[in-house]
């Protein structure tokens, strides 16, 4: 059988209680209020954009090493035969972009 609470007891338990409810909601006010919604939402936004940047920077790197080994040596000489002709074809599309720009202007 449950042991019967003095008044005084009740009263403490009330007290104890509405400090917990204050608490409680203090931790919503504040979860609530907009600049921290606010500030929640430039951190998400910031973190997504930090990983969206690193993967873009590994993405680029890597391909930067494979035309690198592409058009070098392991030794670091370059590679003739695979550079004159991509320099080639970019000299080949330098020249029709600019007669095609002197064709419209």
Request: no cysteine; glycine share 4%; charged share 30%.
């Given at each position: 059988?449950?042991?019967?609470?003095?008044?005084?007891?009740?009263?403490?338990d009330?007290v104890r209680?509405?400090?917990?409810?204050?608490?409680?909601?203090?931790?919503?006010?504040?979860?609530?209020?907009?600049k921290?919604?606010?500030?929640?939402?430039k951190?998400?936004?910031?973190?997504?954009?930090?990983?969206t940047?690193?993967?873009?920077?590994?993405?680029?790197?890597?391909?930067?090493?494979?035309?690198?080994?592409?058009l070098?040596?392991e030794?670091g000489?370059?590679?003739?035969?695979?550079?004159?002709?991509?320099?080639?074809?970019g000299?080949?599309?330098?020249?029709?972009l600019?007669?095609?720009?002197?064709?419209?202007?």
């Open positions: 059988m449950a042991e019967a609470r003095t008044p005084a007891q009740i009263e403490a009330i209680r509405r400090q917990e409810l204050a608490v409680t909601l203090d931790e919503i006010g504040v979860r609530l209020h907009p921290t919604i606010m500030d929640d939402a951190a998400r936004a910031a973190a997504v954009v930090d990983r940047a690193g993967r873009a920077y590994v993405a680029a790197n890597r391909a930067v090493t494979d035309v690198r080994a592409q070098v040596s030794d000489a370059p590679r003739l035969e695979r550079i004159v002709p991509v320099a080639l074809i000299v080949a599309v330098v020249g029709l600019t007669l095609r720009a002197r064709r419209r202007g």
